[in-house]
């Protein structure tokens, strides 16, 4: 798989993450007797993190994720 993120600074006091993920695992055996798929990951995920600062003592993030519903592992 692959993972990239990008950074930008719009304003001084604000900061704004994206970050891509990308999965293509293959689970060959059961970790569980079983269980052939024991991890429910996804093939593609996305999420974006904003944090505004407030002075030197105080910020606030915000997250913003959004997987697909495509496991990687089948």
Same mark, same amino acid.
């Given at each position: 798989?692959?993972?990239?993120?990008?950074?930008?600074?719009?304003?001084?006091?604000?900061?704004?993450t994206?970050?891509?993920?990308?999965r293509?695992?293959?689970?060959?055996?059961?970790?569980?007797?079983?269980? @052939?798929? +024991? &991890?429910?990951?996804?093939?593609?995920?996305? %999420?974006?993190?904003?944090?505004?600062?407030?002075?030197?003592?105080?910020? @606030?993030? +915000? &997250?913003?994720?959004?997987?697909?519903?495509? %496991?990687?592992?089948?």
């Amino acid at each position: 798989g692959i993972e990239t993120s990008v950074t930008a600074a719009p304003m001084r006091t604000l900061d704004v993450t994206a970050l891509y993920t990308y999965r293509n695992s293959q689970q060959g055996m059961p970790v569980v007797q079983y269980i @052939v798929q +024991s &991890l429910e990951l996804p093939k593609h995920q996305f %999420s974006v993190v904003a944090t505004q600062r407030f002075g030197s003592r105080f910020f @606030v993030a +915000s &997250l913003r994720k959004h997987a697909d519903d495509r %496991s990687a592992g089948g």
